[in-house]
Nanobody, 123 residues
Framework: QVQLVESGGGLVQAGGSLRLSCAAS????????MGWFRQAPGKEREFVAVITVSGATTYYADSVKGRFTISRDNAKNTVYLQMNSLKPEDTGVYYC????????????????WGQGTQVTVFS
């Protein structure tokens, strides 16, 4: 079973950028579709982005399309989320998820989840 650890969160002013990393251990991520979710205070966890096993296809939530980019480096066993033009509504805990099926990642039913990293965007 793969284990996931997120990093890169922090406090940033609106309009700024952050890059989140999700480092995997225990098994190569090359066999998993990988995704990012976020959860704002008092709200349910929501899908942000997913990248397929091959890395050839990505999907994004409408709220982040054009601002966020998901990528993977299988040699480093790491997945990234580049977040640009951040807005206060992007604030939340960001979670990394892994599953062999990208649809299960999008649905929020992935097999493996990280512990999350906090992102706070202030205006």
């Amino acid at each position: 079973q793969v284990q996931l650890v997120e990093s890169g969160g922090g406090l940033v002013q609106a309009g700024g950028s952050l890059r989140l990393s999700c480092a995997a251990s225990g098994r190569t991520v090359s066999v998993y579709a990988m995704g990012w979710f976020r959860q704002a205070p008092g709200k349910e966890r929501e899908f942000v982005a997913v990248i397929t096993v091959s890395g050839a296809t990505t999907y994004y939530a409408d709220s982040v399309k054009g601002r966020f980019t998901i990528s993977r480096d299988n040699a480093k066993n790491t997945v990234y989320l580049q977040m640009n033009s951040l807005k206060p509504e992007d604030t939340g805990v960001y979670y990394c998820a892994a599953d062999q099926g990208w649809r299960r990642v999008v649905a929020g039913t992935a097999d493996v989840w990280g512990q999350g990293t906090q992102v706070t965007v202030f205006s």
